[in-house]
C-alpha cells in the first residue's frame, strides 16, 4: 500500500463526513458524523484485513453497529459459493432463538433474503444439525452469497450456543478471504453511509410516530423471517416526552429501541437506556403497553436517550398481526 492509498482514503472518508454534515438536522447529528465515519471505518478496515480474528469454525462474529441493531443478538456471518452444500450443527445452550438465513446481496449492499430456518430448543436437548444448498432443508439460491446467524439472548448471563459451520460432509471451511484493500474499504463506508443516511432521512419524514417500513426499506428490514419492524422517529424538546402505546399483540417477545439520527445505537452511557421491552417492563408479550421516551431521566421514564432526536424501532417477534405504536406528545 503507497502513501497516495492511505491519501486517496483520507479523501474520500473526509467527503462522506461532508456529505452527512450537510444532511445532519441537527449540531448534534452533525458532530456524531464523524465518529459514525470512523466506526463505519473501523469495521471495513477490520473485515479487510483481520477477519480471521473474528472466525471461528467456519463462522465469522459480526459486530453489527448500523441499520438499527438490537442488544439481544449475537449474529454470525460468512459467504457461501453458489451450489455448494453444507452442514450447521451445534448446541443452543442458553439461546431461545437461532435464526438462519440465506441473503442475496444488491449492488447497494442490501441483504435480500432468500430462505430462513428459525432452530428452538427441543424436548430431546438443545443439539441440532441443518442442511444447507440448493436441496437443503435451509435454500440456497445461484444468487445467495451471505449466510447469517442471529442467537435471540434476552437474559443476562445466557450462554450462546455452540456453533459450527462445514462443507455437507464435514470438511472444515477455509479462513475467510481478506482484500487488503484501502480503496475497497472505502468504497464500503461510502456505500453504507449514503444508505443509512437515505433510510434516516426517510424515517425522519414523521417525527414522534411509528409506520410500516416504507417500500424502499421493506425488502432490507426482512432480515429475519417471523420478525416485524416498525421504524419511527423521535423529535422532541426537553421538556417534551414521547409517549408510545404499544398495542395488544400476541408475540413471542417485543421491544422499542432508540437510536441515533444516523441509524447508529447510542453511545454509553445511553445504549441500554435507550431500549426497553416486556421483560424489563414485566409485562406478558402479548399485554399492551405504555412507554415514555424521553432526552433526560425522570419518573416514569422508560427510555431516556440523551439526544433530542433520533430514529427508533418497535420489534416483535412471532406476530401474526402487524402492531404499529399509537404516539402522542406530552410536557413533562
Known amino acids: 500500500m503507497s502513501t497516495a492509498g492511505w491519501d486517496d482514503l483520507a479523501a474520500a472518508l473526509a467527503g462522506f463526513e461532508a456529505e452527512l454534515v450537510a444532511q445532519a438536522p441537527d449540531a448534534v447529528s452533525a458532530a456524531d458524523a464523524r465518529a459514525y465515519v470512523a466506526r463505519l471505518l473501523t469495521g471495513a478496515l477490520h473485515d479487510g484485513f483481520l477477519a480471521h480474528e473474528d472466525t471461528a469454525n467456519g463462522l465469522k462474529r459480526s459486530w453489527a453497529r448500523l441499520g438499527g441493531p438490537f442488544l439481544d443478538y449475537r449474529m454470525w456471518q460468512t459467504v457461501v459459493e453458489p451450489g455448494r452444500d453444507y452442514l ?33 430448543p427441543a424436548a430431546g436437548g438443545n443439539g441440532f444439525s441443518l442442511t444447507i444448498g440448493p436441496a437443503g432443508a435451509l435454500k440456497t439460491a445461484p444468487a445467495t452469497r451471505i449466510l447469517m446467524l442471529r442467537e435471540f439472548l434476552r437474559r443476562s448471563g445466557d450462554q450462546p450456543a455452540r456453533l459450527r459451520l462445514t ?16 480503496a475497497m474499504a472505502a468504497a464500503r463506508v461510502g456505500a453504507m453511509t449514503r444508505q443509512f443516511a437515505r433510510w434516516s432521512a426517510l424515517m425522519a419524514q414523521h417525527p414522534n410516530q411509528f409506520t410500516t417500513p416504507p417500500a424502499e426499506l421493506a425488502a432490507a428490514y426482512n432480515g429475519d423471517a417471523g420478525t416485524h419492524y416498525y421504524p419511527g422517529y423521535y423529535d422532541l424538546a426537553d421538556d417534551e416526552v ?31 437506556l435507550g431500549r426497553t421491552d416486556d421483560h424489563r417492563l414485566g409485562l406478558a408479550p402479548e399485554a399492551p403497553a405504555t412507554i415514555r421516551l424521553a432526552a433526560r431521566p425522570g419518573a416514569g421514564i422508560d427510555i431516556v436517550t440523551g439526544r433530542s432526536r433520533g430514529a427508533m424501532l418497535h420489534r416483535t417477534l412471532e406476530a401474526d398481526v402487524l402492531a404499529v405504536p399509537a404516539t402522542r406528545v406530552e410536557r413533562r
Open 167 to 182: 462443507y455437507a460432509d464435514g470438511t472444515t471451511l477455509p479462513p475467510p478471504p481478506s482484500h487488503h484493500d484501502l
Open 242 to 272: 414521547l409517549v408510545i402505546e404499544r398495542p395488544a399483540v400476541a408475540c413471542a417477545t417485543w421491544s422499542v429501541t432508540a437510536y441515533n439520527h444516523w441509524l447508529e445505537p447510542l453511545l454509553p452511557p445511553f445504549t441500554d
Open 88 to 120: 450447521l450443527t451445534g448446541d443452543l445452550a442458553d439461546v431461545e432463538r437461532l435464526g438462519v438465513g440465506t441473503y442475496s446481496v444488491t449492488p447497494e449492499s442490501v441483504l435480500l433474503m432468500d430462505d430462513y430456518a428459525v432452530i428452538r
